[in-house]
């Protein structure tokens, strides 16, 4: 749900796929998308990139609604996908364009990846922040170069971490998920962000059914 009004959680972010599993789960919030940078250059680690891009998002957030941020919670998540590459991981954000996009979906077939999400929580007034990851590990089948060029000429990979969006068609290329929940791998881990307002003071009747 989006409105005008704030609500006292704030999404920090323009994902269509967290409004809907937000939604899904019984909150009402408003949204409010910040603006960061998310370039993945500097960082080795993909826990660590989803946990503080996650942060900047969720700090940003606050910083923009001001005197507003009190008495509201803010919520900035991060998705992103990571192969190994030798003895590093190669962190996946959303491909730039179509070519990008072939790219990361050759480096994913046939391959094991993590997809982490972190989220972080920013209390408004005080500050608090509580903030956590979550990981899926996904398997995906081989991928034949034509599947490739159909998926990336349908477009489904605009605004997806890796390139692709398993809860829509790239479905048919995953064999295997463990670890983490299916909801991680579409953009947000709808447990683990429960948890982290509850701990952050956010009030029962704003969670429907909590």
């Given amino acids: 749900m989006a409105s005008d009004e704030l609500e006292r959680i704030v999404l920090a972010s323009a994902s269509p796929r967290r409004r809907q599993l937000l939604s899904a789960a019984g909150l009402r919030f408003s949204v409010r998308p910040a603006d960061v940078d998310e370039d993945l250059a500097a960082f080795e680690d993909p826990s660590n990139a989803a946990l503080e891009l996650a942060c900047r998002k969720a700090r940003a957030g606050a910083r923009q609604l001001g005197a507003a941020a009190a008495g509201r919670w803010v919520l900035g998540a991060d998705t992103i996908v990571a192969v190994r590459h030798g003895a590093a991981w190669k962190l996946l954000g959303k491909p730039a364009d179509a070519a990008e996009a072939a790219a990361m979906l050759e480096a994913l077939s046939r391959a094991r990846h993590q ?39 349908s477009g489904e990979w605009r605004d997806k971490a ?49």
């Fill in 115 to 153: 997809v982490i999400t972190g989220v972080c929580v920013v209390r408004g007034g005080d500050g608090l922040e509580c903030a956590a990851s979550e990981r899926t590990w996904v398997t995906m089948r081989a991928i034949a170069p034509a599947e490739r060029a159909a998926y990336v000429a």
């Fill in 162 to 210: 890796g390139g692709y969006a398993i809860q829509e068609n790239a479905d048919r290329f995953v064999t295997a998920l463990e670890e983490g929940g299916f909801d991680n791998v579409v953009g947000l881990p709808v447990g683990l962000t429960l948890e982290l307002l509850r701990r952050a003071g956010a009030p029962g009747p704003t969670l429907a059914g909590a």
